[in-house]
């Protein structure tokens, strides 16, 4: 006979064996095989049986348990009887059993776990002669009915909690197991009338019963609002099921020579190789982690109960190198022996998982790929950015939404100028606005951080601050920024400017007053991982660098090259900004030349601390891209202001403005457009691109300068363009009698371009995926006004994702795999690489490693993620991640 009704529904183990592995998750739940993985491999487990999973839906389906299911769950409670030698329901020698729920994937909202089943006014006696301990009986079935009656009958656990603290002051004891015997008595004499009155049943004496209606509770908890929409969230199968785990109890609650406990086999927030945890004596289950009492470090239990230490020890090697990763286990010492209840992997800190990951391949246990594809790239943004030293006292004001990563403390500022002017004495500042505006951008450039009122993750404060690497709090809704009164009040709390604050954008909190830091380094465990992953990946990483700092930063954490060099951003501060102003509204050609000639020697020695941090390795230059009305001032007195200052009537000026304000600037008059319309700026940037290029090679330096076109449409504007920067690039050579290799090519960033990638690729010798602004024009979306919607999508869950963060590889990447296709069919050598935000995402990552793109780009801190997402990717592509992905 073959077929679904031969599987059996319940699997035993006990006594050194098990119907079960590990590898039956699906079956058996995460929990259930992870009690049958222990037996087999002689870890002291109390024997047991776990119901499998299907039997969730069969019964959520027709509210009935099949008979072959209640005759398995008899005879499997019989082997616990003989592995025991007790009885359940026995009034001498009584078997107790706990009733656990467990699916494969852990999730929050399921049933709690119900100890001490099987107990009645009969078995109690039974308990209290057998142990001598007539406290411990009264306080198990104390417990017992507690549980049974919020858990199954789902009463509010309120009066039963409050019951007891009443108890317990009036005979001024901590513990409730503590109570005098007749108190513990009166007690769940009193539970089991509030069961019958509240729940209008009276409380199942027969051990049978109590069994039963606990598994069916465990199948039923499957549908709970929490565990729906968990599912929802996370993507977990609703036909998944609960697998239901019966085990025979172990007592922590025996006295002072008991107690139970959590352990990891490593420090999961340091990843320090001892045992960490927190224990209980003379305790039952949940109270390590209700917080009822306070549990002790694990180290005491050494001193206090020697021999279940050594064990614990014994038992968290055995299961570490089994499991061949770090476990977080969950035990019980009954007078003085140890039982191991739960095993699982260990979650932990990204510090902590390098720190595994590099002496779990000194130790032998894994191999350097394993090393490198268990860690999730994201968890090495810990590692990259200044964190708040663990030992320092935090006074909390409020939190927000952590929008760009790092941890920094500075006296707070209200607006751009007065950060400017004080940041350049030095003065660490933090940025407070209620939201920004490309107007602060001058302030965000010195300020040490950045915390907003409002905006979300994609709020013009949260995308300058992640593209320059400073941590950033966006929507602190709590807050109110007075910026005139340059104060914020939070809580009826006031911070006022030169006041001190620190923030963490890594979990969006801010505190008051000025905090220790710890500084961030790639050495060490780090490095090295890094190194295996650079020996792994085949796309090369590079950097998104606008400045010479940020190009020597990229180095510093591994950049190939420079993958967008954005170079209106070399305009936006002081002298700069001055000619750059200048040229905007210079009243000809002439006069545009001569602001020109101003900006050229900036650009040029720009450059040239540039090429010289790349050390060689190739720079993507992008001409000039921004609309122009981004150099010049919104506000009637700010343009009265510059117009002093420039020596034009304001008038003139104001007309500009006005000539210059656009509708739509994303897409008006920016990119290449500027270029066509303006040639003499094209012709400028380039001479200051191939005059730092010559000077570089002149003195033996070795450079290699990409030139690119942004916001190409039409190959008909790239040839135009294309045309001045050659003609530059030769005057240049001949003017200097050198030659430096470059290449010309274009960004990627408008559909119509993906769509003739054919024709682009037969002039231009590379690509650049522009996927934030091919983003916008796929989906027609503003970046900057999607705050007003995509909230709303991702709640309705019309998106998946906030397609600004991780790349829609369905929509926008099929135009990226189209261009690369047509590009690669027109010039079989074309340079491919990803230069948008999502170049640092893993997911994205990946998906250009498939395509075969060249390199992914991306901002200075997220290169090392960048790097292990690319080693990661040719595992998978190997086939070697499945085994060992990381699980989180
Ligand atoms: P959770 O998934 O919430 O951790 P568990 O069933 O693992 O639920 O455990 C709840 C608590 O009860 C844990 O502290 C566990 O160790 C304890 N526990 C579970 N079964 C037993 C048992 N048979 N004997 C003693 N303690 C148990
Ligand atoms: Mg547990
Ligand atoms: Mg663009």
Redesign the pocket.
Known sequence: MSGPYTQPLVYFFGQGRAEGTAAMKDVLGG?GAGLAEMTTIGIPV?P?FTIASTMCLHYLETQQLPKRLQAQVEAALHRIEAATSKHFGDGANPLL??V???AAV?MPGMM??I?NLGLNDVTVEGLARQSRNPQFAWDSYRRFVQMYGTVVFDLPKKPFDDLLEERRERHGVERDIDLPLDELRAVVREFKARVRTDAGRDFPDEPLDQLWGAIAAVFESWNTRRAIDYRKLHDIPDAMGTAV?V??????NLGEDSG?G?AFTRDPSTGEACLYGEYLLNA???D??SGSRTPLPISTLKSRLPAAYNELQRVSRILERHFRDVQDM???IERGTL?M??TRRGQRSGHAAVRIACEMVDEGVISQEEAVARIPPNDLNQLLHPMIDPHSHLDLLTAGLPASPGAACGTVVFDADRAEQLGRNGQAVILVRRETSPEDFHGMVVAKAVLTARGGMTSHAAVVARGMGKPCIAGATALHVDEEARSFTVDGRRIAEGDWITVDGSSGRVFAGQTALIAPALSGNFLRLMQWADRIRQLRVRVNADTPADAHRGRDFGAEGIGLCRTEHMFFEGDRLSAMREMIVARDAAGRQRALAKLLPIQRTDFEAIFRAMEGHPVTIRLLDPPLHEFLPKERAEVDALAKEMGIPADELQRIVDQLQEVNPMLGLRGCRLGILYPEITAMQARAIFEAACTIAERKGSVLPEVMIPLTATVVEFRRQVAVVREVAEAVFAERAIKVPYLLGTMIELPRAAVTADELAREAQFFSFGTNDLTQTTWGISRDDAAKFLPQYLEQGIIEADPFEVLDQAGVGRLVRMATELGRRSRPDLKLGICGEHGGEPATIGFCDHLGMNYVSCSPFRVPIARLAAAQATLAARGTMDRTRATV
């Open positions: 929990k109390p047991g059993v706990s656990r729920s467990g852990s709690e776990t100890l785990n085990v025979a109890m172990v007592y922590g139970t959590v039952q289950g949940e390590v982690v969950e035990f019980t039982y209840l739960q």
